[in-house]
């Protein structure tokens, strides 16, 4: 594992806030991501880790906060420019684009590295077809990563889970991102795939240095494999720090057994 | 056995993104190819069966490749985007009225500021062009409703366009350039000098822009900007968090979709019907088209072809064949039955196969590799 820099945070989240309604999905919460590391979340159901993630990409509109990616501070994301500035994002119960294959969901990643303009793609000549080819060469590296080869060419709406999980993981490689946030990466899955998903998650982190967070419910997964662990819960954080530090905790051992009365 | 693509190896990754990666799909077509571009027009020319009369030129093949490319346009924004349009006729209305009053010069007085805007009337191949860009321009306007609503709530907004457009063209006399009788004549078929007057003059001006505009649309869809569509088709929210802008996908859709259709509607006017009214362009035939495209296979450019094929040679065979055959029938009631049958043929079709004769060539495909045996 790259040992993180502590001096070199890529993210940071300042008292962020998000409410719907009378609901109130995220209090305050401050934390940061440092470059190269991998940062779980944590918490039990509805403690607002998801929630964090849309903020964090741009998906939800905090009521207040700030949000500091690679220098500059925003009072918001917005999803393009998140995705433009280098952060890509998984979902909880998978988001692929069902009508079309594999291979072409994990292209879809590249639409932000594309340079041709349109008129060279309407003739798919010289330059737009080397590019293409370009962008393809890239997309099987990621399709020979995620060990997928054999499934390229089929429509992502019939593959099992587990796999679909794997290609929805390669579409966020192909943007080649900063900052990868994975939603509960292995939910539904069983051990072997975790394995795997682990080991991929790992490699990514170890490879292309990326920096992940990652929200999990398995805590053997968490503990082995996030640098370090933020616990939600209520929406509001209620421990940070090394996986050590927060399997100690006596806040979290609370929250998630509950306290005796 | 013959369609097997064993032994085929792709050495780079151009050949594998090929339209046609199968060595025998690109023969079957360059046969398609030969016999549309080389085979029809001397067949017609010394008029051996079954082009004994222009019939079957001007009265099938002459629509159905102006459908087509019709169709195609309708599939970008239905089937690849995944915007619900009913407004398919009237971006045709747009495109022919547009080359019409291109190619007859156009007047626009301004009585109040003291002077007029004139254009000179334009060579015929300019004006269908420009009257698909004119129409690209007017389907980028009526796209934008489409960043807000989204499904039927779509469909009722472009239903709006079809209505608005129906009305305007029926009761502004100035695109009709004050023709008293409402209808409007195309001007003579002149480019650079070759004059397209016979049958298969026509045919062949036709097959050409439908084969031009359906290699490019071919290359857009299984492109990038197609890949944007189909993403925000399928779910929005992601493409979005992959970087993707739902406003220049979606009014990409509406442009590209129009200006193909507006030049079929161009087409439409000038090489087939040549002189026409408004009705020409009515809701029915927005319907049409979107039936075409569903029955074809949504997000399927081979989908449009056989979709339109279907639409516009059933009821044609369902009217003669009873006389063919010999049936004593009264015309009433093979009309009657026309109707009939075709409308559960298309319950049967799409109950079995909702994805349409794309969907089903493709499963034949599949099916015909592993042929003869099951697996």
Same mark, same amino acid.
């Given at each position: 594992m ?7 945070i890529? #993210?940071q989240v ?7 309604g009378?609901?109130k999905?995220l209090?305050d919460?401050s ?12 918490g ?7 929630s ?9 509109r905090?009521?207040h906060?700030a949000?500091?990616?690679? &220098?500059r501070?925003?009072?918001k994301?917005q999803p393009f420019?998140?995705a433009?500035?280098?952060?890509a ?8 684009f069902k &009508?079309?294959?594999? #291979? ?6 590249r ?7 349109v ?12 590019e ?10 990621i399709?020979d ?8 060419? +089929? ?6 889970y587990?796999?679909?999980k ?8 192909a ?6 946030l #994975?939603d ?7 051990l072997?795939e975790k ?5 991929f ?8 240095g990326t920096?992940?967070?990652l ?7 968490v503990?082995d ?5 933020? +616990?939600?819960?209520h &929406?509001v ?7 050590d530090?927060?399997?100690r905790s006596?806040?979290?051992i609370?929250a998630?057994? &509950?306290?005796?009365h | 056995?013959?369609y097997?693509?064993a032994?085929?190896?792709?050495t *780079?990754y151009?050949?594998?993104m090929?339209?046609?990666?199968i060595r025998?799909?690109?023969i079957a077509?360059?046969?398609l190819?030969g016999i549309a571009?080389?085979g ?8 051996i ?5 222009d ?14 490319l019709a ?5 970008i924004l239905v089937?690849?985007c995944?915007?619900i349009?009913?407004g398919?006729g ?10 019409y009053k ?12 003291g ?8 060579p015929?191949l300019?004006s269908i062009l420009?009257?698909g860009f ?10 934008i ?5 989204k499904?039927l709530y779509l469909?009722?907004a ?7 457009f129906d ?6 006399p100035?695109?009709t350039n004050?023709a008293?009788?409402?209808s409007?004549n195309?001007?003579?078929l002149?480019?650079f ?6 049958p ?6 036709c097959?050409?822009f439908? *084969?031009?505009l359906?290699v490019?649309a071919?290359?857009l869809?299984?492109?990038n900007l197609g890949?944007q ?5 399928d779910?929005?929210?992601?493409a979005?968090?992959?970087g993707i802008?739902?406003?220049y996908a979606?009014? *990409?859709?509406f442009a ?7 030049v ?14 408004p009705?020409?362009f009515?809701?029915e035939r927005?319907?049409d ?17 056989i979709?339109?094929a ?8 369902l ?7 010999g049936?004593?029938l009264?015309?009433?009631t093979? *009309?009657?039955?026309q109707?009939?049958?075709f409308?559960?043929l298309?319950?049967?079709l799409?109950?079995?196969e909702?994805h ?5 060539i493709?499963?034949?495909?599949e099916?015909?590799?592993?042929w003869?045996?099951p697996?």
């Amino acid at each position: 594992m790259r040992a993180p820099d502590t001096d070199d945070i890529l #993210l940071q989240v300042e008292r962020v806030a998000l409410s719907f309604g009378g609901v109130k999905a995220l209090r305050d919460v401050s934390f940061n991501i440092r470059k190269g590391e991998i940062r779980a979340i944590i918490g039990p159901n509805g403690a607002g880790k998801t929630s964090m993630l849309n903020v964090i990409n741009g998906f939800y509109r905090p009521n207040h906060g700030a949000i500091t990616f690679k &220098g500059r501070t925003r009072a918001k994301m917005q999803p393009f420019e998140a995705a433009r500035g280098g952060i890509a994002r998984t979902f909880q119960n998978v988001a692929l684009f069902k &009508g079309m294959s594999a #291979l072409d969901n994990i292209m879809a990643g590249r639409t932000l590295k594309v340079r041709c303009g349109v008129l060279w793609q309407l003739l798919r000549f010289g330059p737009a077809l080397a590019e293409e080819v370009e962008h393809r060469r890239k997309v099987e590296e990621i399709i020979d990563f995620l060990e997928i080869e054999t499934i390229r060419k +089929v429509p992502v709406g019939r593959l099992p889970y587990g796999l679909q999980k794997r290609v929805e993981l390669g579409r966020a490689l192909a943007m080649e991102p900063d900052l990868l946030l #994975l939603d509960e990466p292995m939910a539904g899955m069983n051990l072997e795939e975790k394995e795997d998903m682990s080991r991929f998650i790992m490699d990514v982190n170890n490879h292309f240095g990326t920096t992940i967070a990652l929200i999990e419910h398995d805590m053997a997964v968490v503990m082995d494999l996030s640098d370090r662990v933020a +616990v939600l819960d209520h &929406g509001v954080k209620i421990a940070d720090g090394t996986p050590d530090e927060v399997k100690r905790s006596q806040t979290v051992i609370d929250a998630y057994l &509950g306290i005796a009365h | 056995m013959l369609y097997r693509e064993a032994g085929q190896f792709k050495t *780079t990754y151009a050949e594998d993104m090929a339209i046609f990666p199968i060595r025998q799909d690109r023969i079957a077509l360059a046969i398609l190819l030969g016999i549309a571009f080389i085979g029809v027009p001397l067949l017609a020319t010394f008029r051996i069966w079954p082009f004994g009369s222009d019939y079957l030129l001007w009265a099938i093949l002459l629509p159905f490749l102006i459908l087509a490319l019709a169709a195609i346009g309708t599939n970008i924004l239905v089937g690849y985007c995944g915007q619900i349009s009913l407004g398919s006729g009237a971006f045709m209305a747009i495109g022919a009225y547009s080359a019409y009053k291109l190619a007859t010069g156009v007047h626009i007085p301004l009585a109040s500021l003291g002077f007029a805007i004139a254009i000179p009337p334009l060579p015929v191949l300019a004006s269908i062009l420009l009257g698909g860009f004119m129409s690209a321009g007017v389907g980028i306007l009526f796209g934008i409703p489409s960043l807000r609503i989204k499904g039927l709530y779509l469909a009722v907004a472009t239903l709006a366009a079809q209505f608005f457009f129906d009305w305007a063209f029926l009761r502004l006399p100035w695109f009709t350039n004050y023709a008293p009788s409402g209808s409007v004549n195309a001007p003579e078929l002149d480019f650079f000098g070759v004059v397209v007057r016979t049958p298969v003059e026509r045919y062949l001006l036709c097959l050409l822009f439908v *084969t031009v505009l359906a290699v490019l649309a071919k290359n857009l869809v299984r492109g990038n900007l197609g890949r944007q569509w189909m993403a925000i088709r399928d779910m929005d929210i992601a493409a979005e968090l992959i970087g993707i802008r739902p406003l220049y996908a979606k009014l *990409t859709a509406f442009a590209v979709s129009s200006f193909i259709i507006g030049v079929a509607g161009a087409l439409w006017g000038f090489v087939y019907l040549g002189s026409w009214e408004p009705l020409a362009f009515s809701i029915e035939r927005s319907l049409d088209l979107l039936f075409m495209v569903i029955i074809g296979g949504l997000g399927s450019i081979m989908g449009s072809f056989i979709g339109a094929a279907f639409i516009l040679i059933v009821p044609i065979l369902l009217n003669v064949l009873p006389t063919e055959l010999g049936l004593p029938l009264s015309t009433q009631t093979i *009309t009657h039955l026309q109707f009939i049958i075709f409308g559960s043929l298309i319950c049967y079709l799409l109950i079995k196969e909702p994805h349409g004769f794309a969907r089903l060539i493709s499963i034949g495909k599949e099916k015909l590799r592993l042929w003869p045996f099951p697996y």
